[in-house]
């Protein structure tokens, strides 16, 4: 600690504490202490990836969901994903070779600041305020597990060199505690938390990947997505089997999440957020709560996880949710409504405008869903229906 400067000191003492607190979210807590100890009011977290075996080196995740950021609007976090990623000057794999294992690099370390205003991704880094940059790389062995971006504006400072000594000092201290907080939430020990607590419960619960694919359903999840399905596909009629290339048990699952995420989107909070959301279907109200975090595996991948738990107002699930009619179409529940009402094939033919034989079709097609031949069986099996429902 003797190299940073005198005026640093007992903020880095401060920050030092405070880091090694626990926290749920250590990316945005540590991003959120660098602006609070030593004013860095712009920054972002990036996690890395690695091809399997780390072979082609470090990169930075390119899911914007990835991201972690602090004091920046989403519009320039979607440009840079978008357009100036690949136009990046501090890609690790690009960086020259005497600037590779330094833990703090300056955007004057890597070119000329006269070459960077003209560069693609200085133009752009200007055009949203951001003229200056340090990038903190922490490590864990040869590899590169995150860099931190802090971004100052051209009416700040630029780095120097006593902001270099205090930036290696922090980011030595972050290192140590993002590892730390990487094998705590590991992703073999969040799965056994899993199935120790979710497995028994009942409460739906979900594992996504950072692609919002379904890896795991606990069957109460499942029995709620069925629920779901049937309520969407036979109001909504949008959602089609065929479309769905993941592990057939999570099909409907899948779907589920699909509807959710874009939910969530249309309602403003720009994908899936930390948060719950409220949706009302056949099985009752039923309230979905989101949840994410950041997880490294045995290869050093880094990886974000969704994790969605779902509640369902009635608590129980409708003793009725296999039976038949949840099957039929909406034409076919009409025409099996006026059945149940005592009118004739003719007289439903006039009131769907639709021709005698098309009424004969779905009839036909109803009779083979209840395993039926005739018209007094099909109304047998479903008056229990209708005394529970009070009616179609």
């Given at each position: 600690?003797?190299?940073?400067?005198?005026?640093?000191?007992?903020?880095?003492?401060?920050?030092?504490?405070?880091?090694?607190?626990?926290?749920?979210?250590?990316?945005?807590?540590?991003?959120?202490?660098?602006?609070?100890?030593?004013?860095?009011?712009?920054?972002?977290?990036?996690?890395?990836?690695?091809?399997?075996?780390?072979?082609?080196?470090?990169?930075?995740?390119?899911?914007?969901?990835?991201?972690?950021?602090?004091?920046?609007?989403?519009?320039?976090?979607?440009?840079?994903?978008?357009?100036?990623y690949k136009d990046?000057?501090?890609?690790?794999?690009?960086?020259?070779?005497?600037?590779?294992?330094?833990?703090?690099?300056?955007?004057?370390?890597?070119?000329?600041?006269?070459?960077?205003?003209?560069?693609?991704?200085?133009?752009?880094m200007m055009a949203?305020?951001?003229?200056?940059?340090?990038?903190?790389?922490?490590?864990?062995?040869?590899?590169?597990?995150?860099?931190?971006?802090?971004?100052?504006?051209?009416?700040?400072?630029?780095?120097?060199?006593?902001?270099?000594?205090?930036?290696?000092?922090?980011?030595?201290?972050?290192?140590?505690?993002?590892?730390?907080?990487?094998?705590?939430?590991?992703?073999?020990?969040?799965?056994?938390?899993?199935?120790?607590?979710?497995?028994?419960?009942?409460?739906?619960?979900?594992?996504?990947?950072?692609?919002?694919?379904?890896?795991?359903?606990?069957?109460?999840?499942?029995?709620?997505?069925?629920?779901?399905?049937?309520?969407?596909?036979?109001?909504?009629?949008?959602?089609?089997?065929?479309?769905?290339?993941?592990?057939?048990?999570?099909?409907?699952?899948?779907?589920?999440?699909?509807?959710?995420?874009?939910?969530?989107?249309?309602?403003?909070?720009?994908?899936?957020?930390?948060?719950?959301?409220?949706?009302?279907?056949?099985?009752?109200?039923?309230?979905?709560?989101?949840?994410?975090?950041?997880?490294?595996?045995?290869?050093?991948?880094?990886?974000?996880?969704?994790?969605?738990?779902?509640?369902?107002?009635?608590?129980?699930?409708?003793?009725?949710?296999?039976?038949?009619?949840?099957?039929l179409t909406q034409?076919?529940?009409?025409?099996?409504?006026?059945?149940?009402?005592?009118?004739?094939?003719?007289?439903?033919?006039?009131?769907?405008?639709?021709?005698?034989?098309?009424?004969?079709?779905?009839?036909?097609?109803?009779?083979?869903?209840?395993?039926?031949?005739?018209?007094?069986?099909?109304?047998?099996?479903?008056?229990?229906?209708?005394?529970?429902?009070?009616?179609?």
């Amino acid at each position: 600690m003797s190299n940073i400067p005198e005026q640093w000191r007992e903020a880095a003492l401060s920050f030092a504490l405070d880091v090694a607190q626990e926290g749920e979210n250590f990316p945005k807590k540590v991003l959120a202490l660098l602006d609070k100890h030593f004013g860095f009011r712009r920054s972002i977290f990036f996690p890395h990836s690695y091809s399997l075996a780390g072979l082609c080196g470090a990169k930075r995740s390119a899911a914007l969901s990835n991201y972690i950021t602090y004091g920046i609007s989403y519009g320039p976090m979607y440009d840079y994903k978008d357009h100036v990623y690949k136009d990046d000057i501090f890609h690790y794999s690009r960086l020259p070779a005497h600037l590779k294992r330094k833990r703090v690099i300056f955007t004057e370390d890597v070119m000329p600041y006269s070459e960077f205003e003209k560069s693609p991704f200085g133009v752009h880094m200007m055009a949203v305020d951001m003229g200056y940059q340090a990038c903190l790389y922490l490590y864990s062995g040869e590899r590169v597990i995150a860099s931190i971006a802090l971004l100052r504006s051209q009416q700040e400072s630029h780095f120097n060199e006593n902001d270099r000594a205090l930036l290696d000092y922090v980011s030595h201290l972050i290192e140590v505690n993002y590892q730390s907080f990487l094998n705590q939430s590991g992703e073999a020990k969040f799965l056994d938390s899993f199935h120790l607590f979710f497995q028994d419960m009942k409460m739906g619960a979900i594992i996504l990947n950072q692609d919002l694919t379904v890896v795991q359903a606990n069957p109460m999840a499942r029995e709620v997505s069925h629920i779901f399905w049937e309520h969407f596909r036979n109001n909504q009629n949008h959602f089609l089997r065929s479309n769905y290339q993941g592990e057939e048990q999570y099909r409907e699952v899948q779907t589920m999440v699909n509807e959710i995420s874009e939910k969530l989107t249309a309602s403003g909070s720009g994908g899936l957020g930390n948060g719950s959301l409220t949706l009302s279907s056949v099985g009752g109200e039923i309230t979905f709560y989101h949840t994410s975090f950041l997880s490294i595996n045995a290869t050093g991948a880094i990886q974000t996880w969704h994790i969605l738990a779902l509640t369902n107002k009635a608590k129980e699930l409708p003793q009725n949710i296999g039976h038949p009619y949840n099957s039929l179409t909406q034409q076919e529940r009409r025409i099996a409504y006026f059945l149940a009402s005592g009118m004739k094939n003719e007289h439903i033919a006039e009131e769907l405008h639709i021709s005698i034989y098309t009424v004969r079709t779905h009839i036909a097609n109803i009779y083979k869903k209840f395993e039926v031949g005739n018209k007094i069986d099909l109304l047998m099996s479903l008056q229990p229906y209708l005394q529970e429902k009070g009616g179609l």
